[in-house]
Every structure is written in structure tokens, then in C-alpha cells.
């Protein structure tokens, strides 16, 4: 049988354990009921803007002034990874970080070989896990969640942008997890630049836009603000998921911590009623020798 001090201690442990696991799991509830309402309220005017600026991608095909949907074949490519930055969320940043290698092995593992691969990351998780494996790191913005806000997020997006215009990427991908529920998140991997045409274009004239007053302010205005909203909705998506997915872990680490109480508490319990049977013994043999 364990020594009872030693069952003691370790139910200490596990008690301390679990008050820590449930405060963090109401901070967690507490910031996941901000994320979500920002990245609900973000949603609809985020699709309706990406709609425009597809369309507009489409309708502007072949155009020079077009320069956000110029394809050309990757042979530089960025990769935006966000992720978290502090752990205790179960499985959130480990399933960013094994899609980013996917894709690299599965669709630019040639042009990863040459050195011409960056990664973007975007959270200090993701930061830490690609530098230590020798990845080529842009590491000016991974520090972002500790002051979210469009404004921080849109340096990065004309940080991106810039650099595509200028040639520095062919293709520029972003990966992050999308709040679905508090349990469940979508991991999505998504093509941020060249803007790509809509996948199904109707016959309708939907499409076709009256440019006031020209193309090139269209370009120049709602293309890069469309862009820039479209990174911070994602931001918003991954910041979302974290505290859900941080929340679900929390509450499984409290129910395992109440779990693991009980079976110390009757282990403590066994271990006492044999000491108390071992004394008692003790005392009859002894005065039965008395005798």
C-alpha cells in the first residue's frame, strides 16, 4: 500500500491542479464570448467583400492595373501561419502546424529545398516551431496578439501585398483554424494572393461593374482594403478557435483532475483502514504474548 503522506500530498496536488484548470477555463469562457461576437459581426460584411473583390478580380482579367490577380507560376511562395501565442489548448496549434508541413511536402517541397519558401507566422506558437526546425522565418509580426486590432493586422496585409507586387512571392497562403463551435474547429488552408476568380460565375450582369471613377482607384482602394479584411477576419477565426479550444481543454483537464481525486481519495482511504487493521493487529498479538 502507498504511504499515506505521500496519497495526501499527491490529492494537494490535484486539488491545487484543478482550481487552476476551472479559473482558466472561465477566463477562457470570458474571452471566447468577445471573439465570437467580433468574428460573428465580421462575417457577413467579410463575405460580401471578398464576393466584390472576386468578382472584380474576374472582371478585370488580363487588365495591367490588376496587379493582385497576376498568376504566375510559383516559384516563391508565403505561407501566413497563425496560431497561438501560449499553449494549454489541446490539439489547436499542433494541427496548424502538421497542415503547414503537408502542404510544404506535398506541394512546395522543390521550391522549400531551394531556400525559397518563407514562412509569416503569426503568434509565437507558430513562431517558435518553424525557427527551431530551420524554416525561413519573416518574423517582424508574430507578435500581433498582443495588440489585436485592424490597424496591426493591415500592416501585415500591406506588408504582404507589397511584397507580392514587387515579386518577392508568386503565391502567398494563409493557414488557420475557423470557429465553428466552442468544440470543433475548421482547419482551412486558403490561397490570400493572387486574388482568385470566383469559382462559379453567373450569366447574370452581377459582375459586370460601371468603374467611378476608374479602374485604377478601384485598385488602388478596395482591392487592398478587401484583402486586409479578409487577413483580419482570419486572425479573428484563429483567435476565436483558441479560446473555444482552449475552454474544451480546460473543462477535460477539470472533469480528468475530479476523476483522478476520487481514485486517490479511495486509494488514501485503503490505505488508511490497512494501517488502522495493522495497528490493531499489532495490539492483540502483543497482549496475547502479555497473556
Not at 519558401?117 to 517582424?140: A, C, E, Q, S, T
Request: charged share 25%; net charge positive.
Amino acid at each position: 500500500m502507498p504511504n499515506l503522506k505521500e496519497v495526501k500530498n499527491r490529492i494537494q496536488s490535484v486539488m491545487s491542479t484543478q482550481q487552476i484548470t476551472k479559473a482558466m477555463k472561465m477566463v477562457a469562457a470570458a474571452k471566447l464570448r468577445r471573439s465570437q461576437d467580433n468574428i460573428m459581426q465580421l462575417r457577413p460584411y467579410a463575405q460580401k467583400l471578398n464576393g466584390i473583390l472576386q468578382n472584380l478580380s474576374s472582371g478585370m482579367e488580363g487588365d495591367d492595373n490588376n496587379v493582385y490577380g497576376v498568376e504566375r507560376y510559383p516559384e516563391k511562395v508565403l505561407i501566413i501561419v497563425v496560431t497561438s501565442d501560449r499553449g494549454l489548448c489541446g490539439a489547436f496549434n499542433s494541427n496548424v502546424h502538421k497542415a503547414v508541413i503537408r502542404n510544404i511536402n506535398n506541394n512546395y517541397k522543390s521550391i522549400n529545398d531551394r531556400g525559397d519558401l518563407h514562412i509569416l507566422p503569426l503568434g509565437k506558437k507558430g513562431f517558435d516551431f518553424f525557427k527551431k526546425r530551420n524554416y525561413k522565418i519573416v518574423d517582424k509580426f508574430w507578435k500581433v496578439f498582443s495588440n489585436l486590432s485592424f490597424m496591426e493586422v493591415s500592416k501585415v496585409a500591406e506588408f504582404v501585398m507589397q511584397q507580392f507586387r514587387q515579386g518577392e512571392y508568386d503565391r502567398v497562403e494563409i493557414v488557420y483554424n475557423e470557429f465553428k463551435n466552442v468544440a470543433t474547429q475548421i482547419l482551412n488552408t486558403e490561397q490570400f494572393l493572387p486574388v482568385l476568380p470566383p469559382a462559379e460565375v453567373s450569366d447574370n450582369s452581377d459582375v459586370d461593374y460601371i468603374y467611378q471613377p476608374n479602374k485604377e482607384s478601384i485598385v488602388e482602394e478596395l482591392i487592398p482594403k478587401s484583402l486586409k479584411v479578409q487577413l483580419f477576419k482570419a486572425v479573428l477565426e484563429s483567435n476565436a478557435s483558441e479560446q473555444g479550444a482552449r475552454m474544451t481543454a480546460m473543462d477535460q483537464a477539470t472533469d480528468n483532475a475530479g476523476d483522478l481525486l476520487k481514485e486517490l481519495r479511495l486509494t488514501y482511504n485503503r490505505s488508511r483502514q490497512a494501517a488502522i487493521t495493522t495497528e490493531i493487529n499489532e495490539i492483540v498479538a502483543g497482549s496475547a504474548a502479555l497473556g
